[in-house]
């Protein structure tokens, strides 16, 4: 069982940078560098949507096309956490950012394969 705690978010403008992190405190069973780790987001009025992931090692990673080249996921098994990296920013990235694990070595883009999520941080841009 993982909780986890995103934060890090905030009120910018296009263009600006924001770093979310995401803390988990890894409760019983596997440890934490045996998860694969997402980040999902969620806009007002629509579905939830896949962001980013990160492998166990941290040595593959996946974006949702919108975001390639502008954000980067990246992890650090030694402090339990996992880090999205979003520069560039735009309107469209205005949304509710969540963390997710995956206690498999399988990177997945769907939430459904996701069991353990975080409470959220928000993010809005301004243009």
């Known amino acids: 069982q993982v909780q986890l705690v995103e934060s890090g978010g905030g009120l910018v403008q296009a263009g600006d940078s924001l770093r979310l992190s995401c803390a988990a405190s890894v409760l019983s069973g596997r440890s934490f560098n045996t998860y694969v780790m997402g980040w999902f987001r969620q806009a007002p009025g629509k579905d939830r949507e896949f962001v980013a992931a990160i492998s166990w090692t941290g040595t593959m990673t996946t974006y949702t096309d919108s975001v390639k080249g502008r954000f980067t996921i990246s992890r650090d098994n030694m402090k339990n956490t996992v880090n999205l990296q979003m520069n560039s920013l735009k309107p469209e990235d205005t949304a509710v950012y969540f963390c997710?694990?995956?206690?498999?070595?399988?990177?997945?883009?769907?939430?459904?394969?996701?069991?353990?999520w975080g409470q959220g941080t928000q993010v809005t841009v301004s243009s």
């Open positions: 997710a694990a995956r206690a498999d070595a399988r990177i997945e883009k769907t939430q459904d394969a996701y069991r353990y």
